[in-house]
C-alpha cells in the first residue's frame, strides 16, 4: 500500500480520481494479505495488486465503476464450481476487496498521510467499509487525528483501537457500535521493522540486502571504520561505527527498539559478539536473536555467556548457529537460509517444507 499511495499522488495532485482497491480480509488460502492494494487511474493504468493475477480483471472493473460512480465497493471473491474460472480466483481462498475513489475531495487527508509515509511517521487509517458512512474514513496518528466516521463519540472509540493496532503495526477489521453494525478497515503505516546486523562480512553484505528486499530499515553496526563504510554496504539504511554492545544498548536506552525488531550477529569474534549477545538476550523484546558460527563457535559462545551470568533461559532465545538448514555455503545462500529462518520465527512457523506438511498454507 505505501508504494501504491505514493504512486497515485501525481493522478490526486493533477485533480484526477482513481479507483483504489485494498484487500480488507482473507479466508483460507487467499494469495496476498489484507493492506495490499491496486490502484487503477481515469485512463486505465493500473498500479499494484490485490491477489497476485487471481481477481484482478474483475476488480479493474470495479475500480472504472468506482471511478464513475464515486460509489465506494465491498467486493467478495471466492470460489464455486460455476465461477471459479470467471473470476479467477482458483486457489480455494477468499478476498474481500474494498474500492474507493480516492480524490481530492473523497480524500483531503492523502498529502498529509503520504508526508507522514515518507518520514516514517505512524500513521493509520481507518475506514468505514460496511454499516452507516461507508467511505468515510478517520486517519489517525499519536498526536491527533483528522476526518470523522461519523460522530465524535464513535472516532473517540475507533481511535483508541487504531491506536492499539498501530503500536503492534497491525492491520485488519474492527467492528464499532452497539451490534457491531460499523464495520472497519484499519491500515497502519507503521515505520518498518529494524534488522540490525553486526559484522561487516560479505555475509553480512548479502543480508543487508536480504533484509532490505523483506522491508526491513537495515542498520550495518561494526567497531572497525576501514570495514564498515556505505561504499561496503549499499542497501543499509544506515552503517555505524561504534562497539556493537554499546550501540544496541544506546539504541534500547533511547527507545529505538520493539517487538518487531531482529539482531543478526555475523562478527564471530568473542571479543564483539559475548558482550553484544549479553546485551541483546536481556532485551526482552526483540523479536528474534541469531548469531552465526560453527557448532564449536557456538558451544564455546555459549560458554563465555554462561560464565558472563546469563541464565538458561536467555540463551534460549539464541538461534545459533542461526538460519535454517538448506545447505547454503555463499554469503547469498547463507542470507537466505537467515532470512527464512527470521520469516519462520516470527510468523510462528516450522520452516520445514509445505508438502510435508498439511493444513492451511497462510495462517
Same mark, same amino acid.
Given at each position: 500500500? +505505501?508504494?501504491?499511495? @505514493? @504512486?497515485?499522488?501525481?493522478?490526486?495532485?493533477?485533480?484526477?480520481?482513481?479507483?483504489? $482497491? *485494498?484487500?480488507?480480509? #482473507?479466508?483460507?488460502?487467499?494469495? +496476498? %494479505?489484507?493492506?495490499?492494494?491496486?490502484?487503477?487511474? %481515469?485512463?486505465g493504468e493500473v498500479i499494484g495488486s490485490v491477489s497476485g493475477g487471481c481477481v484482478e480483471s474483475a476488480v479493474y472493473e !470495479? !475500480?472504472? &465503476?468506482?471511478? +464513475? *460512480?464515486?460509489?465506494? =465497493?465491498? %467486493?467478495?471473491?471466492?470460489?464455486?464450481?460455476? &465461477?471459479?474460472?470467471?473470476?479467477?480466483? /482458483?486457489?480455494?481462498? /477468499?478476498?474481500?476487496?474494498?474500492?474507493?475513489?480516492?480524490? +481530492?475531495? @473523497?480524500?483531503? %487527508?492523502?498529502? $498529509? =498521510?503520504?508526508?507522514?509515509?515518507? *518520514?516514517? &511517521?505512524?500513521?493509520?487509517v481507518a475506514t468505514a467499509i460496511a454499516g452507516p458512512a461507508v467511505g468515510a474514513r478517520l486517519v489517525v496518528c499519536p498526536d491527533g487525528r483528522s476526518g470523522t466516521l461519523g460522530s465524535a463519540p464513535l472516532d473517540d472509540a475507533v481511535t483508541r483501537d487504531v491506536l492499539l493496532m498501530l503500536a503492534r503495526g497491525a492491520t485488519g477489521l474492527r467492528r464499532h457500535g452497539p451490534h457491531g453494525e460499523l464495520t472497519v478497515f484499519v491500515q497502519s503505516f507503521a515505520p518498518p521493522p529494524r534488522l540490525l546486523v553486526f559484522g561487516s562480512t560479505d555475509f553480512a553484505a548479502a543480508l543487508t540486502r536480504q533484509g532490505a528486499l523483506l522491508g526491513y530499515r537495515v542498520t550495518l553496526c561494526d567497531a572497525r571504520p576501514v570495514f564498515a563504510t556505505a561504499t561496503r554496504f549499499p542497501e543499509a539504511d544506515e552503517v555505524v561505527v561504534q562497539w556493537?554492545?554499546?550501540? =544496541? $544498548?544506546?539504541?534500547? !536506552? @533511547?527507545?529505538?527498539?520493539?517487538?518487531? #525488531?531482529?539482531? $543478526?550477529?555475523l562478527t564471530h569474534d568473542p571479543k564483539f559478539d559475548v558482550p553484544l549477545l549479553q546485551v541483546a538476550l536481556r532485551l526482552p523484546d526483540l523479536a528474534f536473536v541469531g548469531a552465526m558460527g560453527s557448532r564449536r563457535t557456538h558451544e564455546d559462545r555459549l560458554r563465555r555467556l554462561r560464565e558472563a551470568g546469563l541464565t538458561e533461559p536467555e540463551l534460549r532465545r539464541l538461534s545459533s548457529p542461526v538460519g535454517l538448514d538448506i545447505g547454503g555455503r555463499t554469503p547469498q545462500e547463507t542470507a537466505v537460509s537467515i532470512a527464512a529462518e527470521i520469516i519462520a520465527h516470527t510468523r510462528g512457523r516450522t520452516g520445514r517444507p509445505l508438502a510435508g506438511t498439511a493444513g492451511r498454507i497462510h495462517a
Open positions: 500500500m +505505501r508504494e501504491v499511495i @505514493a @504512486a497515485i499522488h501525481p493522478w490526486y495532485a493533477a485533480g484526477l480520481t482513481t479507483g483504489l $482497491a *485494498t484487500v480488507v480480509a #482473507t479466508y483460507d488460502s487467499a494469495p +496476498r %494479505q489484507p493492506g495490499s492494494a491496486m490502484a487503477v487511474s %481515469q485512463s !470495479a !475500480a472504472q &465503476e468506482v471511478i +464513475r *460512480t464515486g460509489r465506494p =465497493l465491498l %467486493q467478495s471473491y471466492g470460489i464455486s464450481d460455476d &465461477e471459479a474460472f470467471a473470476v479467477g480466483l /482458483t486457489c480455494g481462498g /477468499t478476498l474481500e476487496v474494498f474500492v474507493e475513489p480516492v480524490s +481530492r475531495r @473523497a480524500f483531503p %487527508q492523502l498529502p $498529509a =498521510l503520504l508526508a507522514a509515509i515518507r *518520514t516514517a &511517521e505512524p500513521v493509520a556493537p554492545h554499546r550501540y =544496541l $544498548a544506546a539504541e534500547a !536506552a @533511547a527507545g529505538r527498539l520493539d517487538g518487531r #525488531t531482529v539482531v $543478526a550477529v
